[in-house]
T-cell receptor
Framework: DAGVIQSPRHEVTEMGQEVTLRCKPI?????LFWYRQTMMRGLELLIY????????DSGMPEDRFSAKMPNASFSTLKIQPSEPRDSAVYFCASTEDPGHWGEQFFGPGTRLTVL | QKEVEQNSGPLSVPEGAIASLNCTYS??????FFWYRQYSGKSPELIMS????GDKEDGRFTAQLNKASQYVSLLIRDSQPSDSATYLCAVTGDGSSNTGKLIFGQGTTLQVKP
């Protein structure tokens, strides 16, 4: 079975540009999570969805970040405009079991560099 | 105070030894506890989950939970060089509301030397 799929794997952009990260969860998983990982702050939850509905976006750093899940097999995380401090690895994860939130399957991540 | 604390390491052990990784958490209401392994440049991978006090064993891995002390540990027996990675402790963020928020520690880097 295919795992969580993310694209692109690497993204280099200039400050001020719009960045869109994409995620396809594992088929049948109703929960999708977006995380950001940096050396300074570790792995942080940005937002998560249940059945395509955003449930908790308290981790989204500011209005420049937005996330959507138009259907069960696709989600995007958009940064507009991007800033150098947004440079990080962004992971998408999914799970099917509401009783076991923490048993999540992570995608390979997108390494974002904002110059 | 950090919500989930781990010693960043590196923790260095010889091949064949027992590696002991520790984690403390601040939310007394937390209900679920997890250990993820992350190889350099890769994504986190779940290796153990534990939901009740005591020990849980899976192969060479044993997770230990003590809710009264707000303490979780991971023991790796017969450590192998392939166990060299960063181990992330994770805790559900709010036990009372059962939300999906998973709080991660900063991770402990384990080095197993041949």
């Amino acid at each position: 079975d295919a795992g969580v799929i993310q694209s692109p794997r690497h993204e280099v952009t200039e400050m001020g540009q719009e960045v869109t990260l994409r995620c396809k969860p594992i088929s049948g998983h109703d929960y999708l999570f977006w995380y950001r990982q940096t050396m300074m702050r570790g792995l942080e939850l940005l937002i998560y969805f249940n059945n395509n509905v955003p449930i908790d976006d308290s981790g989204m750093p500011e209005d420049r970040f937005s996330a959507k899940m138009p259907n069960a097999s696709f989600s995007t995380l958009k940064i507009q405009p991007s800033e150098p401090r947004d440079s990080a690895v962004y992971f998408c994860a999914s799970t099917e079991d509401p009783g076991h939130w923490g048993e999540q399957f992570f995608g390979p991540g997108t390494r974002l560099t904002v110059l | 105070q950090k919500e989930v604390e781990q010693n960043s390491g590196p923790l260095s052990v010889p091949e064949g030894a027992i590696a002991s990784l520790n984690c403390t958490y601040s939310d007394r209401g937390s209900q679920s506890f997890f250990w993820y392994r992350q190889y350099s440049g890769k994504s986190p991978e779940l290796i153990m989950s534990i939901y009740s006090n005591g020990d849980k064993e899976d192969g060479r891995f044993t997770a230990q939970l003590n809710k009264a002390s707000q303490y979780v540990s991971l023991l790796i027996r017969d450590s192998q060089p392939s166990d060299s990675a960063t181990y992330l402790c994770a805790v559900t963020g709010d036990g009372s509301s059962n939300t999906g928020k998973l709080i991660f520690g900063q991770g402990t880097t384990l080095q197993v030397k041949p």
